[in-house]
């Protein structure tokens, strides 16, 4: 079964470093994959989206990389800020992608930005 | 752009009783929309695809007798736990479709 894996359940970063956290994917070939971000009670908040055919994508000081070959994402906040610290969740499109398909996600990374 | 509201944003109910939950979308059409459940420290799980003006697809190991989805407009979806019991306590969430989903801002159900 399809299957994704966030790198750990919590994260301590120094504000002003850059935070890099891991999705990585088993049994899947995604047409493109997602980063969101959860504060506590709250929905996500759609971030980034990354095309099976793109290496990388930038958004201010937000960066996502996507290795369909290693089927791993890596997600960059550079410069990071207390405000950063929220839970990271990483996902993919279940179907073909056309706008019609769920995703699955990952349990996610709960990031914590200390200043 | 692109708000998705909820309502209620939480609710308490007693074990055996109904509880509907609304999504809608604000600023955009919606054929399809979905709905997701989160236990706390797990992730989002897909419940179902609510499809304007057609049935429910729901996930496997999902009772779509249990949780009943209406997509009766472009703009709204339902989505109602019947015969609610304490193990149904989640947090619900919708989402509707473009290639990034915009998601509501989530239901806590608490059954007692």
């Known amino acids: 079964s399809q299957k994704i894996e966030q790198n750990s359940e919590a994260l301590n970063i120094q504000e002003g470093k850059t935070a890099t956290l891991t999705c990585n994917y088993t049994n899947y070939s995604p047409a493109y994959l997602q980063w969101y971000r959860q504060d506590p009670g709250r929905g996500p908040v759609f971030l980034l989206l990354?095309?099976?055919?793109?290496k990388e994508k930038r958004k201010e000081r937000l960066k996502v990389t996507f290795d369909t070959t290693l089927k791993q994402s890596l997600f960059h906040i550079t410069a990071s800020q207390p405000a950063d610290s929220a839970t990271y969740l990483c996902?993919?499109?279940?179907?073909?992608?056309?706008?019609?398909?769920?995703?699955?996600f990952g349990k996610g990374t709960h990031l914590i930005i200390q200043p | 752009g692109a708000v998705v509201s909820q309502h209620p944003s939480w609710v308490i109910c007693k074990s055996g009783t109904s509880v509907k939950i609304e999504c809608r979308s604000l600023?955009?059409?919606?054929?399809?929309m979905f709905w997701y459940r989160q236990f706390p420290k797990q992730s989002l799980m897909l419940m179902a695809t609510?499809?304007?003006?057609?049935?429910?697809?729901?996930e496997q190991g999902v009772e779509k007798d249990k949780f009943l989805i209406n997509h009766a407009s472009l703009t709204l979806s339902t989505l109602t736990v019947t015969s609610a019991h304490p193990e149904d306590s989640s947090f619900y969430i919708c989402?509707?479709?473009?290639?990034?989903?915009?998601f509501g801002p989530g239901t806590r159900l608490t059954v007692t």
């Open positions: 600023d955009f059409q919606a054929t399809t």
């Open positions: 609510s499809n304007e003006g057609s049935k429910a697809t729901y």
């Open positions: 989402s509707a479709n473009s290639y990034e989903q915009y």
């Open positions: 990354i095309r099976e055919n793109e």
């Open positions: 996902a993919l499109v279940r179907g073909a992608g056309g706008g019609a398909d769920g995703l699955t």
